[in-house]
């Protein structure tokens, strides 16, 4: 590698390339050798600001916190925390496969850090209780992150793609289920789409938050 290509190599460089290749190829496919040929550059250059797979997969999680709209600090808590939540699954259906590595890294950066910071203060500030504060950050948490990983493995995300298949479906398994079916025939009609529940799903989430906290 050239002295032009090195200068151009940094962490953060190295990251979001990381990051784009791992949207294109999927993390199952992504590797450190891989890497180096989209960087055109060796694997050691690779080494020298990241010292394993791990920490390349904790760089780029920590570049998706980034991306991710943190509660405005001037809005009503249930909005702040809206506008986070909508965030959240829009930057991981851009990122479909960083649901479930978005809770488990062991070496957090400081985007991941100051994302998470920011989550709490907006409960602490509303006056929820510590106690209440831990339950209304995990199950925050386990919705959007769940919903994501779930849109991100359905036949068009949930939408007509699915309606096709549950169309398909009737046509055979489904007629030993009665009540499976009813719903097929629901959803194929063209009345549902799974990714419009998300609203749904974070107006019940937070308005129990809401009548727990008694604020």
């Known amino acids: ?19 784009k290749l791992t949207d294109r190829i999927g993390i199952e496919a992504f590797s450190i050798r891989k890497l180096a040929e989209e960087l055109n550059a060796g694997t050691m250059s690779v080494y020298y600001y990241f010292k394993s797979k ?3 997969i904790d760089a780029m999680v920590d570049e998706i916190f980034g991306e991710i709209a943190l509660p405005p600090e001037d809005m ?3 909005a ?4 986070r939540c909508e965030s959240t699954r829009e930057v991981l259906n851009r990122h479909k496969w960083a649901s479930s590595f978005m809770e488990s890294r062991k070496n957090p950066g ?16 509303a006056g929820f209780s510590i106690d209440l ?4 950050v995990a199950v925050t948490d386990a919705f959007v992150y ?5 849109e991100a493995s359905l036949p068009g995300g949930g939408g007509d793609e699915m309606i096709e298949m549950a169309r398909e479906m009737a046509k055979g398994p489904f007629q030993n289920y009665p009540h499976l079916l ?25 308005d129990s938050l809401e009548k727990e906290s008694g604020i």
């Open 54 to 56: 791990e920490a390349i």
């Open 110 to 125: 400081p985007l991941t850090l100051k994302h998470h910071d920011a989550m709490i203060g907006c409960f602490i500030k």
């Open 182 to 206: 009813e719903l097929s025939r629901y959803t194929f009609g063209g009345n549902y789409r799974f990714r419009d529940t998300f609203d749904f799903g974070l107006s019940l989430m937070l």
């Open 1 to 19: 590698m050239g002295k032009k290509r090195a200068a151009e190599l940094t962490g953060k460089n190295i990251a979001s390339r990381a990051l």
């Open 80 to 83: 702040a925390i809206r506008i």
């Open 133 to 136: 504060v831990a339950r209304a």
């Open 146 to 150: 769940g919903f994501a990983l779930q």
């Open 76 to 78: 009503d808590w249930k």
